[in-house]
């Protein structure tokens, strides 16, 4: 398995998550920890081969460490 780390800054646009899963699969990570999401709510969703699991961060937006991993 290959790990990595990204601090992302921010994930709130629209098509940052599939961007960032597009880059991943080019480096061939398996799994990643991601700073800094920046999303107010926790759960789980799909992103290419990725999946992301993500947590809640603060009411301002701020923080957020979360995981994407290969569904392959």
């Known amino acids: 398995m290959r790990f990595g780390t990204?601090?992302?800054?921010?994930?709130?646009?629209?098509?940052?998550?599939?961007?960032?899963a597009r880059e991943l699969a080019r480096y061939k990570l398996d799994l990643v920890g991601v700073q800094e999401v920046?999303?107010?709510?926790?759960?789980?969703?799909g992103a290419g081969d990725y999946n992301f699991y993500y947590g809640k961060g603060n009411k301002n937006h701020q923080l957020g460490t979360d995981f994407l991993y290969t569904t392959e």
């Open 6 to 20: 990204w601090n992302v800054r921010n994930q709130c646009r629209a098509g940052t998550l599939t961007a960032a």
């Open 38 to 45: 920046r999303w107010d709510k926790g759960g789980m969703i």
